[in-house]
């Protein structure tokens, strides 16, 4: 059952319906064909930075089980309730400042999976907030490529809606949002 990346997307659907977007997104054609994002955090940069670099601060606004190995190839994923992981594995680092994955795509994109994207996350201080840039390259040509493209054009703003609504609400908690399954049993 592939029950929460469903309800992430009706989450963030239900937020989208309801105000427009926090999150800004630039489509960029070829030859540098790339998505753009951008959100202010009500965070410091380094409250940021922790829920990107540590598997505990992942774990408090993208899914119950978080991996993250802090090093050039180490894991940056979440393997989600029905199966299915998310993230990628990391690629570099500057500690505060950026962190730059070989991202996977859903499995209903394969081939896009398989070969990568890039998807650099860069952090700013904004006064007390953090303006947190996603731009993610490597799009290649093909059917496949052009949906996967789409489909996180909008997938990559509900992703950076989470990271926001963490610091508006506090960290999600996943008890209340899976009531009969452990932690341990999403693994």
Do not use: C
Request: charge should be positive.
């Amino acid at each position: 059952m592939k029950l929460f990346p469903n309800l992430l997307i009706l989450t963030a659907a239900t937020l989208l319906a309801a105000d427009p977007s926090p999150v800004k997104m630039t489509k960029r054609a070829a030859p540098d064909k790339a998505l753009v994002f951008e959100v202010l955090v009500p965070a410091s940069r380094s409250e940021v930075w922790q829920t990107f670099s540590t598997s505990k601060g992942l774990e408090t606004w993208l899914g119950p089980n978080a991996v993250v190995d802090l090093k050039p190839g180490g894991a940056w994923t979440v393997a989600f309730p029905g199966g299915s992981t998310g993230g990628g594995n990391i690629l570099s680092f500057v500690a505060g400042e950026e962190l730059v994955l070989a991202a996977m795509a859903p499995d209903k994109f394969p081939t896009v999976r398989s070969e990568r994207t890039r998807a650099a996350f860069r952090f700013e201080s904004s006064g007390n907030s953090t303006i947190v840039r996603l731009e993610q390259t490597g799009w290649k040509s093909g059917p496949e490529w052009d949906a996967a493209y789409e489909y996180l054009s909008s997938g990559n703003m509900q992703l950076l809606e989470a990271l926001r609504q963490r610091f508006l609400t506090g960290p999600m908690d996943w008890a209340k949002i899976f009531p009969t399954t452990r932690k341990e049993e999403h693994r």
